[in-house]
């Protein structure tokens, strides 16, 4: 500790401290917590802005979305093997395992809010592309095809 500088005491119930430089204080959430006054992804945002909140709430929920329709669609007609096939299956498979890894990012904030739009992108997403709600009946399991396979 620096000469001249008394510790930081917190008697309100915050968590612990996991970085204490100059006079910025940055907390980690070991718990859930709800509120708008958070870090998810990036420092500093979305801060304290309820704006920006509101637009990370946005954010997660159309990523998880996007993630369920990434993982059930079929861009790419059946067609014989070649490497430009292969090359965009990979670039596909790439980009949804990089939103997959941001959206876990976003939700190890704690943050109630962000955990909920997580959860409500995916079971939108679900029920649009994964259900059997929109689809054509007699087709099963095996006859569905993606570009980026299912995670098992």
């Given at each position: 500790?620096?000469?001249g500088k008394a ?10 401290a996991a970085n ?17 006054n958070a870090e ?113």
């Amino acid at each position: 500790m620096e000469s001249g500088k008394a510790p930081h005491h917190d008697m309100g119930g915050t968590p612990p401290a996991a970085n204490v430089s100059g006079t910025h204080l940055h907390l980690i959430h070991m718990t859930f917590f709800w509120g708008k006054n958070a870090e998810i992804l990036f420092s500093g945002w979305p801060g304290t802005s309820s704006g920006m909140y509101a637009l990370a709430l946005i954010l997660v929920f159309v990523v998880a979305l996007l993630l369920e329709w990434l993982s059930r669609s079929s861009l790419l007609k059946p067609g014989p093997h070649n490497v430009t096939t292969g090359l965009l299956q990979t670039a596909l498979y790439a980009i949804r395992s990089g939103f997959s890894y941001m959206l876990m990012l976003a939700v190890m904030s704690f943050n109630g809010g962000i955990f909920l739009a997580a959860v409500a992108g995916h079971a939108l997403g679900f029920l649009i592309f994964g259900s059997r709600v929109f689809k054509k009946t007699g087709v099963t399991a095996s006859d569905e095809r993606s570009d980026a396979p299912l995670m098992k």
